[in-house]
């Protein structure tokens, strides 16, 4: 089983940056692909980011190109984002996944098997 924890949330203003962390545990996750998703109130889960296993290929959803960079510590078996440029349509909880595979092109949830509790970013204007 896998346990994983999001942190980093908070309240910006639009133009900012956060970084937000996730730790995974339970197993080793050295050779599975992580993600990044959201969802807005009423909204379903967006693709926000992926990393494949050796952090070597990374994948991002277009509305956060070139304004968010994944990447990943295994040593600490934690992956961050990094979001700078923060619009108020960034607002959403930020949700980390594991997936059983290794590529970075996995940008589905139903890929996904473990899920942390997500962590809310608030972007004012």
């Known amino acids: 089983q896998v346990h994983v924890v999001e942190s980093g949330g908070g309240l910006v203003q639009a133009g900012g940056s956060l970084r937000l962390s996730c730790a995974a545990s339970g197993s080793s996750l050295n050779k599975n692909a992580m993600a990044w998703f959201r969802q807005a109130p009423g909204e379903e889960h967006e693709f926000v980011a992926s990393?494949?296993?050796?952090?070597?290929?990374?994948d991002y959803g277009d509305s956060v190109k070139g304004r968010f960079t994944i990447s990943r510590d295994d040593a600490k078996d934690t992956v961050y984002l990094q979001m700078n440029n923060l619009k108020p349509e960034d607002t959403a909880a930020y949700y980390c996944?594991?997936?059983?595979?290794?590529?970075?092109?996995?940008?589905?949830?139903?890929?996904?098997?473990?899920w942390g509790q997500g962590t809310q970013v608030t972007v004012s204007s």
């Open positions: 996944a594991v997936t059983k595979y290794s590529g970075s092109w996995y940008h589905d949830e139903n890929d996904y098997d473990y």
């Open positions: 990393i494949d296993w050796s952090g070597a290929s990374a």
